[in-house]
């Protein structure tokens, strides 16, 4: 998001407020889904399983989450210069819909 930053900087480029958003939430989606995993990670550390198996499940619907609005799991190639990759339409929720 930098590097698209700094390039609508510099080519005085207007981006929509709706593309904005969508950055950023995708954004916050992946720093909340590795922050989760790593507190999976830390609890696998010090030997509390239990919290393992709920944070990683927690970081899975996460992805699944970036998923649906961004087409990668991981937000590849979702900000780009200008805006995103898509501008998406359909209702969104971070439910997963039963099993994940």
Known sequence: MAYCGAMESLSECRVSPRADALAAVALELE???????????????????????????????????????TGSRFGRSFCRPGGVLLIWMRPWSMDSGGSS
Do not use: P, T, W, Y
């Open 31 to 69: 720093r909340l889904a590795n922050h989760v995993g790593d507190l999976g990670a830390l609890s696998q550390d010090i030997g509390i399983l239990a919290c393992l198996g709920l944070f990683r499940k927690n970081a899975g619907r996460i992805f699944k989450s970036m998923m649906e609005l």
